[in-house]
């Protein structure tokens, strides 16, 4: 009896921790920051900052958001990057807190917004979604977003030309149980034609999906920037996240940092929740890439 009752003492201790763990990943956030040298950036003229941000989910951290915009301008970028579902695609959602939060970056640094499966979905539906996307995109364009709907732009950035290209893959890439044929051809053709562009710029990807991933860096990408797993939910040391919203397990992209020979994929664990509102070992962020010329 006296173990047993040991026995539940320790079951309800660790429930009580568990449950306390979960509520501080979902109030607050951590800043990850990661360096890359690459030789196509040996020309580069100091240091090129990039913050990355993904799956807000209309997530607040502090009134208006003031701790993110904080954490943005203090970590001084060149670029701003998004990589898709700030909002949250329900019928008579408020997109208010994410439109007010993207607003204010421009001023901080240039922002690119490539679209997630949320901004997709209200985009291609206005039948069910309204006009809600196309009032955000506006309003976020006249603020100085700029939007790489299967677009591209380039821009020198510390004596280099770095190329962002936004991909928006259709709705049925995001099907539950079920992986569709996305190819390098796919991104090649999903992708608007741009202007050929003098030297070799480096070459970043913003691709919401990773279960893609090979498609993306077959395509050529130097650098790969999804999110949409919100870290797998719950992640496992040594094993990476739990399950994906498509209902795949232990994904091999899901929160972090791979090298795969010349190519580099980091994926976000995201800002925030929307359906399955939980996390566990798997602190939101937001990410700070450091470009820098090789050793």
């Known amino acids: 009896m006296k173990i047993l009752t040991i026995l539940i003492i320790l079951a309800i201790t660790v429930v009580i921790a568990v449950a306390v763990e979960i509520y501080r990943e979902l109030h607050h956030f951590c800043v990850t920051d990661y360096t890359i040298r690459q030789a196509k950036l040996s020309g580069l003229s100091g240091e090129a900052v990039i913050v990355f941000l993904s799956d807000l989910h209309c997530r607040t951290y502090g009134k208006n958001n003031e701790k993110l915009v904080r954490a943005v301008t203090e970590a001084k970028p060149d670029l701003i990057l998004i990589g898709g579902d700030m909002l949250v695609g329900k019928k008579h959602a408020d997109c208010t807190a994410a439109l007010e939060f993207v607003k204010k970056l421009p001023p901080v640094a240039p922002v690119c917004y490539a679209l997630g499966n949320h901004e997709g979905r209200m985009k291609e539906n206005p039948e069910i979604y ?26 020198e950035c510390r004596g280099i030309p770095i190329r962002v290209s936004g991909l928006e893959l259709p709705d049925h890439t995001y099907k539950k149980f079920r992986k569709a044929a996305v190819t390098p051809a796919t991104v090649e053709e999903s992708l608007v ?19 893609y991933m090979d498609a993306y860096l ?30 795949f397990f232990f994904p091999r992209y899901s929160g972090e940092i791979t090298r795969e020979g010349e190519q580099t994929v980091i994926v976000s664990r995201g800002l925030g929740t929307h359906t399955l509102n939980i996390r566990l070992f798997n602190m939101p962020e937001l990410i700070v890439i450091r470009l820098k010329k090789p050793l």
């Open 130 to 155: 309204g006009y809600a996307y196309e009032r955000f995109k506006a309003e976020a364009m006249r603020a100085g977003v700029v939007f790489l709907e299967n677009k591209s732009v380039t821009a």
């Open 193 to 211: 034609q741009e202007p050929a562009v003098t030297g070799d710029p480096y070459t970043i990807l913003l691709a919401h999906n990773p279960v």
């Open 218 to 247: 077959g395509w050529g990408a130097d650098l790969v920037l999804s999110g949409h797993l919100h870290g797998g939910l719950v992640r496992v040391p040594g094993l990476g996240g739990i399950v994906t919203p498509q209902g």
